[in-house]
């Protein structure tokens, strides 16, 4: 048994440690994302919820809660809201990205269409409103709004630099903490605030979440040129989507007049030939980009843990520290 | 000076009475629209800003406050929120409508794209949110979610029984409270309850905005069929886009075999041919249709004066009375 505990997954023991809320928080989400007059919308949304998803946003809001002694009942409320979140900006992102696959599955707008997944997100939006407006508290209800801005903001952002190949490191982290970041930030945060936590316990939690949030992007940026089928991801998908993300922004830094030409070429005016993808993975090879973005992401899980020393000495948030090495497994 | 005062039309009137509380409003909106980091955020924005409308919504949010004896400042906070939510869900309205064209000018989607829209929207519903945290009243802040729950759940609804004829008028009903009314009472009940009314005030502002809504969209469905360019709608846009709109719906009502084929035709299946049109007003007019939604949209006018009578004898009162008459002023 002692074996087989310590061979359990970072994920999988917070998961395990969260499971009766966590029930609670699925519990709530399937309830509120009934709609009595319009069927489309638990379609829609049953679709991309039960697919699974890790959850990692509504865990963090449970964890900091637990973390800072919470007795209420409103975390569940909370780490509810932030998964409503969550799910409204992965249906206007596939609408945005005119994606076709999402966990493993044909995403809402190709199944239904754009119309009912900007529509659909907008209801879940207005829900997870109405579960955080139920928790009552003004404080909470003003990271949420703030957060939920900066992932708009990210996401225009994102889209008014998209193919530019002089968008800048300042830039990519602009977006990245808005269509990432602020949500883990704010999961974490307000589970910290509902329980009346410390102010400097609040900003740990903060950081946590943001840095974490951040490592966790960049992984998953990396990946796309990294990876392989098993992780699930599809190697260069990124680069067919001509998407300026930190390997490539490493590579084009310093790069000679040849590279920038190749860069300018598929990035920026998307002209990709057969043979451009490996030349790509070379270039960034060559250019160490694929390490020093590694690092980077690295660099943010240490800056995640470090976050955590403000916190209370407890197995959860010893189970908060090995998350910060499980979002970087995949690259170690 | 008795004489010009005597023609001044209703909306104008409450206009004057409000235009420094509006200029604020204003001012907050250019203000909070703006975006430091995404530049297509104002330019969006002010593309359907700029254009004007009525700015009724926020009225109602400025009118009832004043009414009720406000003497705080968040009233302009409220009116600002209630324009962000309407401009954002007409963002979102012409990406699936597929709109070209709105307040006169190219719609949104049109001069940039879809995507912008969408994000865009999301960006100033955002927006608006933190601008109802800053009010700081939970109550507010409740009624405000559900009325964005009521508008997002009335547009799924509606694009569920889009080109359906066997729509009846309690699903009509419920579609225009969700795309027109909800916004108007929640706009109405906000300004009451940030001054703090008596119950039976908020619920008669309530009462009042959600009648003036319904009176509004009925009026609007009915000029599509009855207006002329004058009105700033092109007569037989609903019947183009195969809208299951009140006129029709009544015309259904009782329509023998071969009408009924008729509307299945050109409105369930689309096919539409020349001179369908003119045969689809020659039905609306003999089943009576045309007179029986003007008596409707009149009636709930008539409902919106009364829902008034539960609030202080006042010249914003009377100026609230006459703006029911403003929203069928094109009908009578």
């Not at 990519?172 to 990432?180: D, E, F, L, N, P």
């Not at 998407?243 to 190749?262: H, S, Y």
């Not at 451009?276 to 690092?295: F, I, K, P, V």
């Amino acid at each position: 048994m002692s074996l087989d505990e310590t061979a359990v997954k970072p994920h999988d023991a917070l998961a395990a440690c969260l499971a009766d809320e966590m029930e609670a928080v699925n519990r709530l989400i399937r309830e509120r994302m009934a709609s009595r007059h319009a069927p489309r919308i638990p379609q829609v949304t049953a679709h991309l919820v039960d697919a699974g998803g890790k959850r990692l946003r509504p865990m963090l809001t449970l964890a900091a809660a637990k973390l800072c002694g919470y007795q209420g009942p409103y975390h569940v409320h909370l780490a509810a809201t932030v998964e409503f979140i969550h799910t409204a900006t992965l249906l206007h992102d596939d609408v945005v990205d005119e994606s076709a696959r999402r966990r493993g599955r044909p995403t809402a707008n190709l199944l239904w269409n754009n119309k009912s997944s900007v529509l659909v997100g907008d209801y879940l939006f207005s829900r997870s409103f109405q579960l955080m407006v139920e928790a009552g508290s003004i404080r909470v209800l003003g990271i949420l709004a703030d957060a939920s801005a900066t992932i708009a903001e990210g996401e225009v952002l994102q889209l008014g630099v998209a193919h530019d190949i002089r968008t800048d490191e300042g830039v990519y982290m602009r977006v990245i903490r808005g269509k990432t970041a602020a949500l883990f930030a704010a999961a974490a945060e307000v589970g910290g605030v509902i329980a009346g936590a410390p102010e400097d316990q609040v900003r740990a939690l903060h950081a946590y979440g943001d840095a974490l949030g951040i490592s966790f992007q960049i992984v998953d940026d990396l990946l796309d040129y990294w990876g392989t089928g098993a992780t699930g991801k599809n190697t260069g998908d990124d680069f067919r989507e001509r998407k300026l993300t930190l390997p490539v922004i490493k590579a084009l830094t310093g790069a000679g007049d040849e590279e920038r030409a190749f860069w300018t070429r598929v990035i920026g005016q998307g002209v990709q030939r057969e043979g451009d993808l490996e030349q790509a993975l070379e270039l960034l090879n060559r250019r160490g980009a694929m390490e020093q973005t590694r690092n980077e992401a690295l660099a943010w899980a240490d800056r995640a843990r470090a976050a955590l020393e403000a916190l209370p000495d407890d197995p959860v948030r010893d189970m908060l520290r090995d998350m910060a090495g499980y979002v970087t497994e995949r690259i170690v």
